[in-house]
Structure formats: C-alpha cells, structure tokens
C-alpha cells in the first residue's frame, strides 16, 4: 500500500511538472471551455444547454486520449519500465496509476467547469448530479482504457499522435460536442455511436442534464463500462516492459478488439 | 640484512618449491610485494592472507545461447559466480555481455540453456529474486520529472524499506536530491543507479558498465564501494570493457567475444599465460649477474640497463626462481626485483588478435 501511494503521488506531481501533460490535462481543455464560452454561446445559444457536458467530455478526451499515452509510450522507450521490472513494480501499477492520477486532474478540470460554465457563461447545470457522476465515471473508465491502450500498443509517439487523433478528430466533430447528435446525418449518427465521446454525450444528455432525445442512455453507460474493461484488458495483455523484449511478439491488431463494445452498441442504439 | 622465505606456486613451478630470499637493500617490502603481488608467491608463513574461502555458487550459467533473428548474441556460455566473488565480464561491444546479464535479470529469455541466481531461475521466477538482486542496467532510465530524493522514496517502497538517503551522499548526490532525473549530468544519472541497485541490500548485485561516464574521483569512489559489497559477502557481476578495472577488481573474468567465452580465470591467471613477454629487471649487490654464459630458463632475450640485469621471459615464474637460485648459490644479496607482466588489456588484445578476431 505504501508503495501504492509512492508510486500515485509521484504520478500525480509528474503530471503538473511535464509541461506537455499540464497542456492536455488542464491548459487545453481550459483554454477551449473559455474560447467555446465566449463565442459559441453568443453564436449558437443552444449550446449553452450542452456545454458543461460538451467541455466535460472535451477535458476527458483531451488528458486521456492526448494526454495519456504519450508518458507511457516515452517511459518504455527510454527504459523506466525496465526498472521498474527489476525492482518488482507490477505491470498493473504501470497501467492502471498514470490513468487514476489523470482521472484526478480531470476531476479538478470539472469541478471547475462545473463551478464556473453557469456563472460564467450561463451554461445548463446538471439537474441529475448522482447520474452526472455515474456518466462521468464511466466515460473516464472507458477513456482511460482507450488511452493506455494507445500507449500500450504505440511503437513510438508519432503512432500515439495518430491513433489518439483517430478517436479525438472524430469525436470533436460527430461526438455531439458541437453539433447536437439529432443535427447530424443519420449515417452520421448512426456511425457516430462507435465513439466514447457520443455514448457519454448521450448518457449525459439522459441522466445528469434532463435534456430530451437521448437515446437508452444507461445502454451508453453500459457500453461505456464494458468498452473501458474491454481497453484495460487488452492492455494489460499487450503489454510489454521493454520495446526490445522479446519475450512476445506484439499483436496489435488485437487492440481492435476494445471497439467491439461500440459496435454492439452501435446495432442496439441505432 | 633480511631473509624471507616464499612458496613459488606460479607458472611453471611444478611441483611448489620453497625459496628464502636473501634481501639486501631498503627495498626489501618492493621486492617481497613483487615475488607475492606479481607472480603469485605465497609468504610462507601467512597463506591465509587476503584471501576468502569461497566455494557456493551464487550465479551459475550452463550452455546459454540468445539469438536475435539470425544473429547470435551468445553461444552456449557456460560459467559460475560463487559468493562473495567479483566476477568481470569482458569484451568488445557486441560480444554478448549485456545480453547475458540482462538475462540474468529477467529481461531477456534464454534460447537454450539455464541460468540460476540463488537457485532461482530469473526466467520463470522474477518475482522471487526482486529483492535478492540489485541491478544497474547499462540503458535504463527513470522518468525524467522523477527527483534523485523521489527515485529513493519510490525504489525503497516497493522493496518495502525506508528511503536509503544516505547512500545518496555516500554517491555525491546529497545536494542534488531535489533535482530532477532529466537534469542529472550522465556520471550522476549511473551514481544514481548504483545507489538504487545497492539501496535494498541484496545479495547479488549486478552492474552493467558501472563505471562508464564517471569522473575519476567517483570511479575511485565507486571502486572502494564495490569492495566493501564484497567484504560484506556480497557476489557482485560485473560487464565492462575497462580492462584496467577489471583486473583491479575482478576476482574473476571472463572475456567474451562473439558470444562465446574464449578465455577465463583470475586477471593474474589470464596475464600469467599467453606468448606475452615478462620483463624481469634484476640488480644485486655482487657481479653474479654479470658474468658470462649465465642463462635462465624461459629467458628468450637478455640484457643489461644501469645496474639492472634485464631478462625477458615466456615463463617468468621459472625464471624468476632460476635467478634467485642463482643469486642464492653465487652468495650474492639481492637488491631489486621487478617483474613487469603484460597487463590485461595486452592480454586481450592477443586473445582477440587485437581487437579483429
């Protein structure tokens, strides 16, 4: 336990020292809850319904998608996880803290998002705030799944860029950040439900803002659920301590496994 | 006037005679450090000196070979380390020594052969020898927001002990212990890495280059630190091209080349053999020496500088105890004796036809 609570807090503290997880833990979500506040509620008012939600889902994306991985993929490269190896640090530790601790930071991002988008910007509050915290809960699983699956699967940071941009670019323009799901074509939509960022859009919409149209939102918490065990399974399979092992080869393709989920999904919601 | 008597037990002093050496001159601990330090002889009347009963094997490795595709890095090694020992491993980059002792850490899986650390395979029981082995890796790294003072709380936790700072000013790192990973200079980053591998106390410890990127007060520093590990019983392994270091503090080498072991022993073992030439400088208080059609055998070429009788020697055991015999007979006093054997870089040059083989 001691080591535990070492090993947390070091992780938490790295992650306000490294200049670029401080960007995608708290500057860039920050920066874009502040910019989108200013403009898009003058713009569309509509979106003042969505944007405590909308910025939510954006922070999560944004440390976990874009934040996450990088640190992994650069720890292994550089060797750390070799001696963590040596010394007894668990392959689970290794996984599983650097994502608790993002979820921390994200927590404080919300909280502020939460405090300050009706203030500030006359934004919705949450009218439900046991189902904010369920759908936060379970949209932060199942980002941080994806996210140290990126990292686990990255054969360096340029394939985490691309694999995190795969999820993110999408999300931000389909996810129903911006544009309502109900906006969207319906193949759009349809195809949309592969992404975390509309199931957690949708279970929000559902539980925690009362916000009409959503579709089964506790279905979207399910998949959300699933697809995150999904991604940290699969993780922790994947696995490796050392770019160089050669101890297993590795089996990438396998990581497409963690989208079943938002496949299923996709039928069951569409 | 001093008379010391030695047990000859070097090369080519079959079976072990028995010399009291007639010392003449002040230099007389040079010369009795020379006939015990250099070839090997035993002061007669204190065998025991310096020397640890050793006879566990801590680490053993039996026909170990790792390839990587098609290349072999090690071919079916065989060697073992007994406790207390320092055992160096030699040879160029790319001879297989960092492969070897990565797998005896656990990173790397044998193709064929065993590997035993404590009687645990590292392969398939890791977890076993966490905290029985202390490692320095030659490339391994710690994050780079990670302060020294952080590296030693976090280690020492999952080893389930209080942080060892002392070691760290014990490594010069006292005043760094704020600072972080990323910004320690090299020669620190490693001082760091021994603090780390020795924090735990483990019995075996296994450095990897440990000195490479060292100023030279740190390489003594460390030096002196690896023979307290020892006299406490501790085995370490050491990998290293620094042929000066290891035949200062290896027990034990072992020179690898191309995966495959081609000479070992103790570095006065691997120095006494080979075609190198010994040079012998002898100087007396009478003319002995100087006569004529005086030979010794293994001498193939002799001379005279200064006062010195200058012979060079395929065998300087049986040269050097022909000479005292010599000495002894002709009643003359023996004033200098030195012995200057080829070091174990020139002996690994040989071994390795200087580098090309």
Known sequence: MRAFAHHFSFEFRSGLRDKNQMLMNYLMPLGVYALLGLLMTQINPVFMETIVPAMTVFALLSSMLLGLPGPHVAAREAGVF????????????????????????????????????????????????????????????????????????????????????????????????????????????????????????????????????????????????????????????????????????????????????????????? | MQILHFEAVGQGVEPPQTFAVRLASVDRRVIAGTLSGTLGWRPKNNLGAGGNLVTESVIEVKDFRKTYGDFVAVNGISFAVEKGEIFGLLGPNGAGKTTTLESLEGLRVPDRGEMRILGIDPTHQIRKLHHLIGVQLQTSGLPASMTVQEAMAFFCSYHGLAPQYELLDRLGLGERQRTQYGELSTGQQRRLALALAMAHKPPVVILDEPTAGLDVASRVELHAIMRELQKSGVTLILATHDMAEAEKLADRVAILLRGRIVAAGSPRDLTATGAGMTKISV??????????????????????????????????????????????DQHDHLIDLRVERPSLEERFLEITDGGSR
């Open chain 1, 82 to 270: 070799r001696s963590y190896k040596i010394n007894g640090v668990p392959a689970i530790s290794i996984l599983a803290i650097p994502a608790l601790t993002t979820a921390l930071h994200l927590v404080l991002v919300t909280a502020i998002i939460l405090l300050t988008g009706p203030l500030l910007f006359g934004g919705r509050a949450p009218s439900v705030w046991l189902g904010f915290g369920l759908v936060f809960l379970a949209a932060t699983f199942a980002c941080a799944g994806l996210g140290v699956l990126i990292g686990v699967i990255s054969a360096n940071s340029n394939a985490t860029v691309l694999w995190a941009q795969l999820i993110f670019l999408p999300s931000m323009i389909v996810g129903g950040l911006m544009i309502p799901a109900s906006m969207l074509p319906e193949a759009v939509a349809r195809i949309a439900w592969l992404l975390p960022a509309s199931q957690a859009m949708n279970a929000f919409q559902g539980l925690a803002m009362g916000i009409p149209g959503a579709v089964r939102p506790m279905l979207s918490v399910g998949i959300l659920v699933v697809g995150g065990l999904t991604a940290f399974l699969l993780a922790a399979h994947l696995f490796n301590w050392d770019s160089r092992s050669d101890a297993r080869p590795p089996r990438r393709l396998l990581a497409l496994l963690a989208l079943l989920p938002y496949v299923i999904g996709m039928f069951l919601l569409a």
């Open chain 2, 283 to 328: 100087r007396t208080e009478g003319s002995s020496l100087q006569a004529g059609g005086v030979s010794f055998p293994a001498v193939t070429q002799q001379t005279t500088k200064d006062e010195y009788a200058v012979y060079y020697s395929t065998d300087p055991g049986a040269s050097v105890s022909a000479v005292l015999h010599h000495i002894e």
